[in-house]
């Protein structure tokens, strides 16, 4: 199992340190208020969240892609199974949000379960 340091470490190479920092912080809040919710790193740097939310009966899969330039882009969220409309051609939806460096990754997630409720 790599430690923490090594984690960041490798981070550095491909995030910028506001980048890291922001994600730290940003886990901790997403933790906190969708348990189910996970970051995890992948090869050559690149970060998903995953998880759950859940609306009644009606019960999604989420992934979120994080761009390297992170928080200044936006993550693309997948949503499984894909909602009736607001869906891009390569798959992600559309969240009828602008993006700043001010959102959140736990903002789109409650953006995905807003449009789910609006979908029932």
Not at 115 to 120: A, D, G, Q
Request: aromatic content about 10%.
């Amino acid at each position: 199992m790599k430690s923490l340091l090594s984690i960041v470490q490798f981070l550095f190479q491909f995030f910028p340190r506001l980048s890291i920092d922001r994600l730290r912080l940003e886990a901790t809040v997403l933790r906190e208020f969708f348990p189910s919710f996970k970051i995890k790193l992948l090869r050559k740097g690149k970060i998903i969240v995953t998880g759950t939310i859940a609306n009644g009966n009606d019960i999604r899969d989420i992934l979120i892609a994080i761009p390297y330039s992170y928080p200044f882009q936006k993550p693309k969220l997948y949503m499984r199974p894909e909602p009736k409309h607001h869906v891009w051609p390569d798959g992600s939806v559309c969240l009828l949000m602008s993006w700043s460096g001010k959102n959140t990754i736990s903002q789109l997630v409650v953006k995905a379960a807003e449009l789910m409720k609006r979908e029932r």
